[in-house]
């Protein structure tokens, strides 16, 4: 079956940086869009940023110049790095895979990431 599982989540100090990771199986990665959304207590989940096959990119305006969405097709894996961390960006953060050709869509669990001194 379809697995995206995160990893890299944790507390971490205003202006750190962590690396979050999503692991996915079970389908022909290089056939997804990969993101990364987030959700903040109380808040709608929302996009951070995601990734064509072919390694487009495209980030929220409140990331941009801070994170870094990759992937490695060879490991089926998305990578986002965030920098400059701020409080606001705590939340849970999620691994998206969207199909390129058809209307599969598949989410992990959630990492969460506390950004706080």
């Known amino acids: 079956q379809v697995q995206l599982v995160e990893s890299g989540g944790g507390l971490v100090q205003p202006g750190g940086s962590v690396r979050l990771s999503c692991a996915a199986s079970?389908?022909?990665?290089?056939?997804?869009?990969m993101g990364w959304y987030r959700q903040a207590p109380g808040k709608q989940r929302e996009l951070v940023a995601d990734?064509?096959?072919?390694?487009?990119?495209s980030y929220a305006d409140s990331v941009k110049g801070r994170f870094t969405i990759s992937r490695d097709n060879a490991k089926n894996t998305v990578y986002l790095q965030m920098n400059s961390l701020k409080p606001e960006d705590t939340a849970v953060y999620y691994c998206?895979?969207?199909?390129?050709?058809?209307?599969?869509?598949?989410w992990g669990k959630g990492t969460l990431v506390t950004v706080s001194s």
């Open positions: 998206n895979a969207k199909f390129t050709l058809g209307p599969l869509n598949y």
């Open positions: 079970g389908i022909t990665f290089s056939m997804y869009r």
């Open positions: 990734i064509t096959s072919d390694g487009s990119t």
